[in-house]
């Protein structure tokens, strides 16, 4: 028993056997229009020979005699075919080269200049004892000069 024999359990034969049929071709109406569908596929090939050139181009579009020109595909067309393409397993050789990624840093300059100054402090400290030795023979020489210039 179907949803229209059900609907329709009280009306009389005609009724009820018009309103079948007509729910059997409206059903068979949309299995063809289903079927049609996923067999359309879009022409990727023949939209991607046919705008080769204009792809080329760039993605927006480009400066031709010092004016801008735009694509002969807008963007979104140019968006379904790529995908088209994509899904096909094929190449999508169109888009710009990715520049690389900014490298900015986060937060304030003067915090991450005090924690190289921290490093750079700690290093020294570790060279002070022969810093000082150094410093001290430097002056003991410097003495030893003058009293030599003085005689």
């Known amino acids: 028993m179907t949803i229209y024999e059900i609907t329709w359990r009280g009306r009389s034969q005609d009724e009820r056997g018009n309103r079948i049929i007509g729910g059997v071709m409206a059903n068979n109406a949309v299995k063809a229009v289903a ?32 004016a801008w020109k735009q694509l002969g595909i807008s963007g979104r067309r140019r968006a379904r075919l790529r995908k088209e393409v994509l899904l096909a397993g094929q190449d999508w050789p169109y888009d710009p080269a990715r520049k690389e990624m900014r490298t900015k840093r986060k937060g304030h ?13 700690a290093e020294l400290m570790k060279k002070m004892p022969q810093m000082l030795l150094d410093y001290k023979k430097r002056r003991w020489e410097k003495k030893m000069k003058e009293e030599d210039s003085k005689k």
Request: proline content about 2%.
């Open 109 to 121: 300059k003067c915090d991450r200049i005090a924690a190289e100054k921290r490093v750079n402090t």
């Open 35 to 66: 079927k049609a569908v996923g067999e359309y596929q879009y022409p990727w090939r023949d939209k991607l020979a046919k705008y080769k050139t204009e792809l080329c181009k760039g993605v927006w579009g480009y400066w031709e005699l010092g």
